[in-house]
């Protein structure tokens, strides 16, 4: 019954194997600028040591050059530098608020859905309460309580914030509860706390990191909004925020690069993060 | 004398995978020898996963791209010219051609063939007129044992026994000369699967030659729908004839234990379990599981 | 105590529409119940009541004599009541390997201990070690039904329920598979009821084999 088929018999068919796609070129771009935009954060300030501090009253305002790129604050501080390091703080800031409202939120949305019955039903009327309240103004209640600190600005994003994250881990999870697998688990002995950890937090990890991406853009411009009111870090500390608060003023005496710098800074940033949650939401729905 | 409209002669695909694990080549089909008459059903069976489905794949130009094949595979029109299907980079685009018009199908799952949001009406009507078929709507729900009430149904709202038989009624909207099944009775009612494959009987009747790939060789003795069944095994046909020879006394020890599983015949278990077709050494046959299952300890 | 898996005057409605009415049942420890009808008769609704995962409208269920609660709140092992369900694929998870899907069953045992019985389960339902690594989108249903089988006898389960089991499988899996089950029934004394809308497989499989309508034509004659 065997006869062997030679290899050389055998020809194409149909069309060869086509390479992928260029539809993750936005992905890519999101990623490149974002790598280039931290590595400005990072390295600026490091390679610059105390340069950002020094003023120099006679430098003060001066347009962008070939010696300071992007022009002098009032101060007389390279904002080139000084951009750097706000944008630092404020990466920072938006990626701790980002992790504790993924924290926080995967942990309510999933306990609060395994459980069902009231207390999901309690759980969702504190989150619509929370949704309820405009954030920012939540924000500002909870950071004019502890003025100044790096950590009340982070609380007031992170509980502001965590709801979204909830509200989509929650609804992968009531659809994960009706799985037979998750039925099958339960049959075969397992707790509710095992089937939480073996199958519904795994389930909703992918969702839960791309609502988290997500709301990195929304941080970063809370943070700013905060600074920008006064309400956040202290004006000597760089940050978007303080930054595009002292061009305000700046703006009025002719130094546009005060304002156009950190702007379009923020926009180029939220930009990318966006196309980087885009990129990360096609991949797990694909995943599916 | 009935003439032949599909006819497979050393036919012979490889198929490329590329898993975690590596890459490598499927054996989805070698040497096979094939011939569908007009006003014939000739039956295709075998476990599951022993390549049946990939050969209708190949009938309608549908292997995966960077496919190769060897052999021959072709469509013979009434006249007696010959379509090859498989040959050169441009067969698949030949094969497309001929797909719904000339060579229809009907698919394994009906339930998700349909687009649940039209319906069944509007979406028949839509095929008939895009492939030009002589029939309208009414007349191919007439043929398949449908109410016109079902034009005007959405697919949720059809049993699975009428949603099958819409499934062969899009099939026949070309008019086509071969009709391909892929699967048709799996999971259905064996009242159900009596209907579809009488159907099926009456579309060869009408002179077409239909292909039916099936695993459940139950249905299939009892409806005696099949003049000509084919025993697939790791891609190969290892049993070939009238039905009621391969179904009753068949001559190949596969072709006998595949019939032994059967409730009927004692749901006496198969020794071993078919085989990966990825890297297929050329040498293996039903023989091989027969020694590696001894070995295991496998008693009848 | 009785040995068996029981409903007596078991019935069950969907919204406002019945759906079960004065269905009484006995799986016996040792025995094979075939259970035949139509699909959407209403099988897969006394099954999931058996079994524990839907709450009875009306009558009792009973295992060994102690009435079945959900399976989440149950404490201990209960009598343990095993589902083989119609899908494979959505009866297990796509993020688990086949090992750890098997592995799943036999949770109460010790980490070593849990490596050698998942072995030589796979190897009970003729799955190669190969096959142990993979996950569930690179096997068959076949083979995936095998694994699914393997975590459920891997709990040692009283009672085995196979709901349209084998309807997706082609016959040689589906006489492996009853071979299986039928060698478990026989060394441990497992009770098996098992639902199919093929009457043929069922009366080769079973020791009886009844209809969801004599079931309740019975009931109603009480």
Redesign the interface.
């Given at each position: 019954?065997?006869?062997?088929?030679?290899a050389a018999?055998?020809?194409?068919?149909?069309?060869?194997?086509?390479r992928r796609g260029l539809r993750a070129a936005g992905t890519i771009l999101g990623v490149a600028v974002l790598v280039l935009i931290a590595s400005y954060a990072v390295f600026v300030p490091m390679l610059a040591g105390t340069d950002e501090k020094l003023t120099d009253f006679s430098s003060a305002r001066l347009p962008p050059s070939a010696a300071h790129p992007f022009g002098t604050d009032h101060a007389g501080r390279d904002l080139f530098i000084r951009l750097a390091s706000g944008l630092r703080v404020s990466l920072l800031i938006a990626v701790l608020c980002a992790l504790a409202s993924m924290g926080l939120g995967m942990l309510i949305g999933a306990v609060s859905a395994a459980l069902g019955g009231r207390t999901d039903r309690i759980v969702m009327r504190v989150v619509d309460g929370i949704n309820a309240v405009p954030h920012l103004l939540l924000g500002v209640v909870i950071v004019a309580m502890f003025r100044g600190s790096v950590t009340a600005i982070i609380a007031s994003i992170a509980l502001t914030h965590w709801t979204q994250v909830a509200r989509i881990v929650r609804a992968e999870v009531l659809s994960l509860r009706s799985?037979?697998?998750v039925?099958?688990?339960?049959?075969?002995?397992?707790?509710?706390r095992?089937?939480l950890r073996?199958?519904f937090l795994?389930?909703t990890l992918a969702q839960g990191v791309v609502a988290t991406v997500m709301l990195l853009p929304h941080a970063i411009w809370h943070e700013s909004t905060l600074s920008f009111l006064g309400l956040g870090l202290s004006p000597d500390q760089a940050s978007l925020g303080t930054l595009l608060k002292e061009a305000q003023s700046e703006v009025m005496l002719g130094g546009w690069w005060a304002l156009v710098f950190p702007a379009l800074l923020l926009l180029v940033t939220t930009l990318a993060v966006a196309a980087c949650g885009k990129g990360l939401l096609s991949r797990t729905e694909g995943r599916q | 004398m009935n003439s032949i409209a599909i006819r497979a002669e050393?036919h012979?695909?490889?198929i490329?995978s590329r898993t975690r694990r590596g890459t490598g080549w499927v054996h989805a089909a070698?040497?096979v020898a094939f011939s569908a008459y007009r006003g014939g059903v000739h039956a295709l069976v075998g476990e599951s996963g022993c390549g049946k489905t990939t050969f209708a794949s190949?009938v309608l130009?549908m292997?995966p791209?960077?496919?190769?094949?060897?052999?021959e595979l072709d469509y013979v029109d009434a006249s007696g010219t010959r379509t090859p299907l498989?040959?050169?980079?441009d067969?698949?685009?030949r094969a497309a051609k001929l797909r719904g018009r000339v060579i229809g199908y009907v698919p394994q799952s009906p339930a998700t063939y349909l687009t649940p949001v039209r319906t069944v009406g509007s979406q028949l009507g839509e095929t008939v007129r895009e492939l030009g078929g002589a029939r309208n709507p009414q007349d191919l729900l007439a043929q398949v044992n449908l109410e016109a009430q079902a034009l005007d149904a959405f697919p949720h709202e059809l049993s699975g026994g009428m949603l099958q038989r819409a499934a062969i009624a899009f099939a026949l909207a070309g008019g086509p000369d071969v009709l391909l099944a892929d699967e048709p009775v799996s999971g259905l009612d064996p009242d159900l699967a009596q209907l579809t494959l009488g159907l099926l009987r009456r579309v060869a009747d009408a002179g077409a030659a239909v292909v039916l790939i099936t695993h459940d060789l139950q249905r299939l003795a009892d409806s005696g729908t099949a003049d000509e069944v084919s025993v697939m095994y790791a891609g190969?046909i290892?049993e070939s004839g009238p039905a009621s020879e391969v179904l009753e006394l068949p001559s190949h020890p596969y072709s006998r234990d595949l019939l032994a599983a059967l409730p009927a015949n004692g749901l006496q278990a198969m020794p071993g379990t078919s085989p990966e077709l990825t890297d297929l050494p050329?040498?293996?046959?039903y023989a091989e599981r027969l020694a590696a299952a001894a070995e295991a300890g496998y008693a009848r | 105590m009785p040995a068996e898996l029981s409903a007596v005057n078991a019935g069950f409605s969907y919204g406002g529409t019945p759906v079960l009415r004065n269905v009484t049942i006995s799986v016996p420890a040792g025995g094979q119940i075939g259970l035949t009808g139509p699909s959407g008769s209403g099988k897969t609704t006394l099954a999931r009541i058996l079994?524990?995962?839907l709450p009875a409208g009306e009558g009792t269920v009973t295992c060994n004599g102690q009435p079945v609660q959900r399976?989440?709140k149950?404490k201990g092992?209960g009598c343990?009541?095993?589902?083989l369900?119609q899908?494979p694929r959505?009866?297990?998870?796509p993020?688990l390997t086949l090992r750890q899907i098997i592995a799943?069953?036999a949770?109460?045992t010790s980490r070593g201990g849990r490596a050698r019985r998942v072995e030589q389960l796979a190897a009970q339902v003729q799955l190669t070690p190969d096959l142990l690594d993979r996950y569930p989108s690179e096997v068959s249903d076949g083979q995936l039904q095998r694994a699914?089988l393997a975590?459920?006898l891997?709990?040692e389960p009283g009672y085995l329920i196979c709901d349209e089991a084998t309807a997706m499988l082609d016959a040689a899996t589906t006489a492996s598979l009853v071979r299986v089950i039928s060698s478990e029934v026989e060394s441990r004394g497992m009770g098996v009821l098992a639902l199919s809308h093929d009457r043929p497989l069922l009366e080769a499989w079973c020791t009886s084999v009844t209809s969801l309508a004599a079931l309740s034509a019975a009931s109603g004659e009480r």
């Open positions: 019954m065997s006869s062997t088929v030679e018999d055998l020809r194409l068919t149909g069309p060869a194997v086509r799985r037979e697998y039925e099958a688990a339960y049959l075969l002995g397992s707790t509710r095992e089937v073996r199958h795994p389930g | 050393g012979t695909v490889r490329p070698t040497d190949a130009g292997l791209p960077g496919t190769m094949a060897a052999g498989t040959a050169g980079r067969g698949a685009a190969r290892v050329p040498e293996y046959s | 079994a524990g995962l399976p989440w149950q092992h343990g009541i095993a589902m369900f899908s959505a009866s297990c998870s993020r799943e069953g949770g109460r699914c975590r459920s891997a709990a």
